[in-house]
Every structure is written in C-alpha cells, then in structure tokens.
C-alpha cells in the first residue's frame, strides 16, 4: 500500500516536471547569437528585471550567454572588434563581458588609459548588436567603498555615454571580499550610490551588484535590500572544480527569496583558474542555469595557458580571432561546444560511453 502511494506520488512528480520542462516558460529562448538575420540586441531591446527572470523588451524572459575578457590591463588586446565578431559568429556569443581591474598593479586607478579598452569593448559590442558587461573588477582592494570615488566618475561617464543604448550592463563590482567586508556595511552602500549616479543619466538598463566573499553569499540581499533595486541584478560567480550542489542551493535559495541572479563569471576549473577542466561539473551548472534562466559570461579569453583560458598557451598573439581547433586549449573546445548548443549532459555522457 505505502509501496504504491510512494510509486504514484513519484511518477506524478516526474509527469510533472516533464510537463512543466515542456511548458516552461523559458522554451522559447533560442540562445541565438543571430537568428534569422537578426542580432540578439535587435530581438530583445532594451532589457529588464521581472521578478527574477531577465527578459526581453516584451516581458519574455532571456537567458545570454558569452564570454568575458580576462583583466584588460593584461590581455586587453583581445577586446577587439575582430575577436568580439569572431566570438558572436563562431562561437555564437550574445554577450562580452569588459573586466576593467580596479586596483592592484596596472589596474584602472593606476592606469587610467585602461578605460580605452573598455569603451573599445562597448562600441564593438555596439556595432556587433551584443550585450556588454563593463566590469568594475574590485578584486584586491576587497572593499568596493575603498575606490568608490572613481567608481562614482567612472559610472558617471559610461552611463551618460552609453545609457541610451540598450547593449549595456552594468557591473559594479565583482567580487568584494575579505572578512571585513559585508553586505550592510561595504557593497549595499556602495551599490546605492553608484545605482544613483547611473539612474541619473540611464533610467532603465540592467545594473548588476556583486555579492560578498567574491561573489557567493547571493543570500545577503534579500534580507537587507537595496532601496532602488529596480532593474537590478546580484551576481553569483562560481568555478565547477571548486563550487557545486551546495553552491547552486544558495542560488536557488536566493531565487526563491525573490532575488534576480547574473553569473557574471564563471570558470570549468578550481577558483584559481587553474587545477583542470571539469567537464562533467561544468555540465551541472549548465543544466541549472539553463533551468532557472540564469544568464552567463565564460571566464576567460586568453593565451597565458591557464587552464580556465580559452587560447592555447601563446595562440592568437596579434589578436585577430579566427581560430582554429589547434588554437583552443581543452577549455576553449568545451566551451564553444558549450556556446554553439552542440553539447550538453546527455550528449557528453554519450560520447564518454563510446570513448
Ligand atoms: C576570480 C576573479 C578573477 C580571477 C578568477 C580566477 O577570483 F574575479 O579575476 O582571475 O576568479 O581565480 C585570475 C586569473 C589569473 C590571474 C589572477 C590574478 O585567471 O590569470 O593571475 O586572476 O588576479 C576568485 C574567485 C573565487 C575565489 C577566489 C578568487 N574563491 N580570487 O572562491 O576563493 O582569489 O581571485
């Protein structure tokens, strides 16, 4: 009798998660970089927040996906115009994510020219009709209030520059960190302040709000939120070798919690950027986002050789994009893969049988 009910009661839940996989209202995304002749940013406009899902400009929700630079100070030359093209065409890429590091040695408070590859970035994106993320990469300073004066210019400047296009994101601050720095204390005030100086010159164009201990405590807003959190995203950022099912329990937790999510980065590696491509743990994270609509940028395009870099060790030196299968490392083929909807769980664990 038990036997029975339990047997009932479980294929009724798989009845219905089948069914409500099919009627899910994120089935009409086609995670198109070009879809009938059309650019993603001239299918879905002007962005917007509704509840947590990310949707177009008729309420539809969207999932992006695509690559971010690695820090711009080091190899900025591949935020290019040809490689940005070469990623929306070859590797059917909707976004660029723009990694301006802040502090630290070469970063854009000590080097402020920088800024150039950042609005290189923009206007490749621009003429590309891509999304583009420009990342404030607060990193080694932990604490975002500690440069938020140039921060406060910075904004100021892309928003009026650019705040009447609907490419652009704004990402705030990746990933504050450090024992000392919370929520309430450090990224909420913060955050408040630079949403201001946005808003002022670009009403409705998605702001993203970096998370405490780079980035993973996306549970902290939801229970001391922002005053103007219209529009606006928190990011949760994780690396498959070293975050998984208790990391993604956060994030459904938080969802649940009525908080919108960005993995505004991302790696198949451990948190250096190092230690192996976890294919397998990759592909978990990939059927969780996909599920819950949480859009992404692939951390990284470079050819210093780490594995978490999509380049062969020194391939594509004049940055000119183009690449061949030889100028991919392991990850670099993976993600394509990935990008270009050729590979997902059920197809990997096929291919692994027949290996
Ligand atoms: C993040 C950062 C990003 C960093 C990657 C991989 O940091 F946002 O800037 O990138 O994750 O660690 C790495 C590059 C290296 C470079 C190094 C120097 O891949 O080539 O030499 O930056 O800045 C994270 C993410 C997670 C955690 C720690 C860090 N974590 N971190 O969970 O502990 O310490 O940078």
């Given amino acids: 009798m038990k036997k029975s009910v339990m047997l009932f009661a479980a294929t009724f839940a798989a009845a219905l998660s089948f069914v409500s996989c099919v009627n899910s209202k994120y089935a009409n995304d086609t995670h198109l970089a070009i879809e009938d002749g059309k650019t993603v940013v001239e299918r879905y406009g002007q962005l917007q927040v509704i509840g947590t899902d990310l949707c177009d400009q008729n309420g539809n929700p969207v999932q992006l996906r695509g690559m971010s630079s690695h820090g711009l100070h080091w190899y900025g030359k591949y935020a290019n115009k040809d490689v940005i093209t070469w990623l929306r065409d070859d590797w059917n890429c909707q976004i660029w994510r723009a990694a301006l590091y802040t502090g630290g040695q070469g970063g854009y408070v000590s080097n402020p020219a920088l800024k150039e590859r950042v609005t290189d970035s923009v206007e490749a994106c621009i003429e590309n009709g891509m999304y583009v993320l420009i990342d404030w990469h607060v990193l080694e300073e932990h604490d ?41 204390d450090n990224i909420k005030p913060y955050a408040e302040e630079i949403i ?87 592909l978990k994270w990939m059927e969780f986002l996909k599920a819950h609509n949480i859009s992404w940028a692939n951390w990284s395009v470079n050819n210093k050789g780490e594995d978490s870099g999509i380049l062969a060790f020194n391939a594509d030196r004049e940055a000119k994009g183009n690449w061949k299968d030889k100028d991919l490392s392991k990850d670099g083929k993976f993600l394509r893969r990935i990008l270009r909807n050729e590979l997902d769980m059920k197809s990997w664990k096929q291919e692994q049988k027949n290996k």
């Fill in 144 to 184: 975002p209030l500690l440069y938020k004066k140039y921060a406060v210019e910075f904004f100021d400047e892309m928003s009026k520059k650019y705040g009447d296009k609907p490419n652009v994101i704004y990402e705030i601050c990746n990933e504050p960190n450090g024992e000392k720095v919370t929520w309430s």
């Fill in 196 to 282: 201001e100086v946005i808003r002022k010159n670009d009403p409705d164009n998605i702001i993203i709000v970096g998370t405490p201990v780079w980035s993973s405590q996306v549970m902290a807003p939801s229970s001391d939120p922002l005053k103007n959190g219209k529009n606006v995203m928190y990011t949760c950022h994780f690396y498959a070798g070293s975050h998984k099912a208790e990391a993604r329990k956060n994030v459904a937790n938080a969802l649940k919690a009525g908080t919108p999510i960005f993995v505004t980065e991302w790696g198949t590696t451990q948190a250096s950027g190092d230690g192996g491509v976890y294919e397998k743990e990759t």
